[in-house]
C-alpha cells in the first residue's frame, strides 16, 4: 500500500481539475461532493498506509516517482517519504480537511463562487500533500509556495471587496519574505552538502559536528518558518487573513499552510539540535510571540481576529517547544491544536452563519439557547485550548511547559503567562458570545437558528477529538506509554531526553491547572459576575487598552517605516527613471526620426518637372562618376 501513496495528492489535484473545468456546468451538491469525497480519498489511503507503517519494521521508506531535474552536477529525483512524521501529517491534513470540506456545503452553499471555492480548497489540500511528502526540499518548497498561492486565492475569495483583496496581497507579500529566507538556507544546503535529499544532508550534517555553517542553515529555515508560522515579526498576515470565508481559517489555522513551518523545522531537526545558537533563537522568538499575541487577543472584539491570535500565540508555543528539543511534544500539540482550533472557527462560523454575518462580540450574547450545538462544542473547544485535564490542550501544552522548564524557568514563566492569557481571551469570547441577554437586533434575534447537520456534525467529531486527543501522548510518569513520543522517536535524530523527576512535573501540572482555573474564574466574574462589557465605540478606549486594542500599532509602524517610503522610492524611481530617462529615451528616438522624416520629405513635392530635372541630374552623376573611374 505504500507504493501508492502518490494517490493521496492525486485525489484532491483531480477534484480541482474537475471543479476547474465543469464546476459552472454541474450542481452545488455534485460540485462538494467531489471535493470532499477527493479529499476522503485521500484519508481513507493515508490511514491504511499509517497502520501498514506501525506495523512495518522499515520506519523511513522512500517511494521513487520519476526523474524529475538531472544534470552534471544537480541530480533531484521526483521522491516521497513515508515515515513516522509524514504519515502523521497526511492524516492531520486529510482529515481535518475533509471535516472542513463537509462543513463548507453548508457554510457556502449560497455563494455564488461555490465550485472556484471547492477547487481553490483541493488545490490548497494538494499543495500541503505535497509538502509534507517530498523527500528532498526542492519538492517541500513547490508544495510551501503552492500553499502560499492557495491561501491567496482563497483570503481574497471574495474579490469585489478590496480590503479583502489588500489581506490577501499582505499574506502573499509576507510570505516572501520568510520564503525568501528558505529558499536561500535550501541553496545554502546544496552548496555545503552537494544536494537536497534528506537522507544525504542529514548524514552529511550529523558527521560535520556543530559550525557555523549549520547554524546559518537553521536561521534561514527558520525565517522561512516565521512567514508561514506567523511569529514574530511577520505574523501580521495572519489575524488579516480572516477576510476569507471562515472554512477557509479554519483550513489555513488547523490543517495546513501555519502548521508547515512546525513541519519543516522538526524534519530538520538535525540542524537545530547541532545548533544550540539557533535553537536558542526559536525558542525566544516562539516564546515572545505567544505572550504577545496573547495579549493582543483580550481587547479583540471580532470573534475570529480573537481566535486569529490565539492561534499566533499558540504557534508560538510550538516553535518554544521545538526550542528546547521538545519535538515529538511540539509536534503533539500541532494535532491537539488542529481538533480544537478547527473546531473553534467552525463554530465561530455557525455563530456567524446565524448572525447573519455579524463578527462583533459586543453584538452577540445569550446565543448558547438558540445554538445549543454550537455552544456545547465550543464550550469544549475552549475548555481544551486553556489547558484543563482531561482535555487534550492539557496534556499537550503541559507537556511542551515542562520540558521549557527544564530548559530554562525564565522561558517557562514567560509560556505559562501566555497559557493564562489564552484561558482569559478565550473564555471572555465564550461569555460575550453565549452568555447574558442578546445584544444584537430585533431581526437578528428573530432569524437565530442553529445551523444545518453538514455544519453541526464536523463540529460534534472535531468536539470528540477535543476531548479525546490526550490519549496521544499521556505523561510516562503516569506509568502510560507517551505513544506520540514513540512514535516519533525515530526521526529525531539527536536524542534529548528529559531527567525531571516525578515530583517537578506533578508541582508544574498542578500549577498550570490552579493558574488556569484561577484566570477562568476572573474572567468569570468580570464578564458574567459583574456584567462587564467592551467599550461600544472603539475610540472610548484609553491607555494600555487602546494600545492592546490596535494590536501595538505595529501594523502602523510597518506602513510608516516600510510601505511609505518604498511608495515614495517607486515615486521617486518613476518620476525619474520611467519618465526622465526610459520616456527620454523612447521619446527622443521618436523625435529624432520626425525631425529627419520633416526635412527629407520636403523632397517628395508632386512636381514632375523636379522629378525630371533630378533623374536627368542624377544620370549626369553617374556618367561622370564612370569617366572620371
Known sequence: MIKLVALIPLFPLLGFIINGFFGKKISKGLSGAIAS???????????????????????????????????????IPFEFLVDPLSSWFLLIITGIGFLIHIYSIGYMHDDEGFARFFTYLNLFVFFMLLLVLGNNYLIMFVGWEGVGLCSYLLIGFWFKNTAYNNAAKKAFIMNRIGDLGFLLGIILIFVTYGSISYDEVFSGVSGSGGTGTITAI??????????????????????????????????????????????????????????????????VVGVATALFAATIGLFQNDIKKVLAYSTVSQLGLMFLGLGVGAYSSSVFHVTTHAFFKALLFL????????????????????????????????????????????????????????????????????????????????????????YR????????????????????????????????????????????????????????????????????????????????????????????????????????????????????????????LIRKPVDLLGTVFYKFMDLQVVDGIVNGVGNAVNGISSVVRKAQTGHIGLYIFCMVLGIILMLFYSFIK
Open 37 to 75: 469525497i477527493a479529499v476522503l480519498a485521500s484519508f481513507v489511503v493515508a490511514l491504511l498506509i499509517f497502520f501498514e507503517l506501525e506495523h512495518s519494521v522499515q520506519k523511513s521508506i522512500p517511494v521513487d516517482l520519476f526523474s524529475w531535474i538531472n544534470s552534471d552536477t544537480l541530480k
Open 218 to 283: 537553521a536561521l534561514l529555515l527558520f525565517i522561512g518558518a516565521m512567514g508561514k508560522s506567523a511569529q514574530l515579526p511577520l505574523y501580521t498576515w495572519l489575524p488579516d487573513a480572516m477576510a476569507g470565508p471562515t472554512p477557509v481559517s479554519a483550513l489555513i489555522h488547523a490543517a495546513t499552510m501555519v502548521t508547515a513551518g512546525i513541519y519543516m523545522v522538526v524534519r530538520s531537526n538535525v540542524f537545530y539540535s547541532i545548533s544550540a545558537e539557533a535553537s536558542h533563537v526559536v525558542a
Open 347 to 434: 463554530g465561530a462560523g455557525s455563530v456567524i452563519h446565524a448572525m447573519g454575518g455579524e463578527q462583533d462580540m459586543r453584538k452577540m450574547g445569550g446565543l448558547k439557547k438558540a445554538l445549543p450545538i454550537t455552544f456545547a462544542t465550543m464550550l469544549i473547544g475552549t475548555i481544551a485550548i486553556s489547558g484543563i485535564p482531561p482535555f487534550s490542550g492539557f496534556f499537550s501544552k503541559d507537556e511542551i511547559l515542562a520540558h521549557t522548564y527544564e530548559h530554562s524557568p525564565t522561558l517557562w514563566f514567560f509560556g505559562q503567562v501566555a497559557s493564562m492569557l489564552t484561558a482569559f481571551y478565550m473564555f471572555r469570547l465564550l461569555y460575550l458570545t453565549f
Open 437 to 560: 441577554n442578546f445584544r444584537g437586533t430585533h431581526e437578528q434575534e428573530h432569524h437565530l437558528h442553529e445551523s444545518p447537520k453538514s455544519m453541526t456534525i464536523p463540529l460534534i467529531v472535531l468536539a470528540i477529538l477535543s476531548v479525546l486527543g490526550g490519549v496521544l501522548g499521556f505523561p510516562e510518569f503516569w506509568g502510560l506509554p507517551n505513544w506520540m513520543h514513540h512514535h516519533l522517536d525515530p526521526i529525531i535524530l539527536h536524542k534529548n531526553p528529559s531527567t525531571m523527576n516525578h515530583e517537578q512535573e506533578w508541582i508544574l501540572m498542578a500549577i498550570a491547572v490552579v493558574a488556569a482555573a484561577a484566570t477562568i474564574y476572573f474572567a468569570y466574574m468580570i464578564y458574567i459576575k459583574n456584567k462587564v462589557l467592551p467599550e461600544a465605540k472603539d475610540e472610548n478606549l484609553k491607555g494600555i487598552k487602546k494600545l492592546i486594542y490596535n494590536k501595538y500599532y505595529v501594523d502602523e509602524v510597518y506602513d510608516a
